[in-house]
Nanobody, 119 residues
Framework: QVQLVESGGGLVQPGGSLRVSCAAS????????MGWYRQAPGKQRELVAT???????NYADAVKGRFTISRDNAKNTVYLQVNSLKPEDTAVYYC?????????????WGQGTQVTVSS
């Protein structure tokens, strides 16, 4: 069974940094586009960034210049480096990935990791 497991969230002061990771495990043939989304209390889940298999990246306007998405295909892992954090970045951060298994291809989601920006 395919799983995505996030790690690295926590409490950080405004202006601080951290890195969240998401590793895919299980039996699959191909790991396609991977991405990060976030959901703040009372708000809808929103796109943060995506990275394709060729390394091309896409960012939400709110995080451009502050967040960097990357992937390590050898480790089946996607990372999100978050810098210059603001209180409005507080949210549960979810990773997702388009994965091909014997059953076909679909999007999988991780369980989420909390990032709290507060002094």
């Amino acid at each position: 069974q395919v799983q995505l497991v996030e790690s690295g969230g926590g409490l950080v002061q405004p202006g601080g940094s951290l890195r969240v990771s998401c590793a895919a495990s299980g039996s699959f043939f191909r790991l396609g586009v991977m991405g990060w989304y976030r959901q703040a209390p009372g708000k809808q889940r929103e796109l943060v960034a995506t990275v394709s298999t060729d390394g091309s990246r896409n960012y939400a306007d709110a995080v451009k210049g502050r967040f960097t998405i990357s992937r390590d295909n050898a480790k089946n892992t996607v990372y999100l480096q978050v810098n210059s954090l603001k209180p409005e970045d507080t949210a549960v951060y979810y990773c997702n990935a388009y994965i091909t298994t014997v059953s076909g291809s679909r999007v999988y989601w991780g369980q989420g990791t909390q990032v709290t920006v507060s002094s």
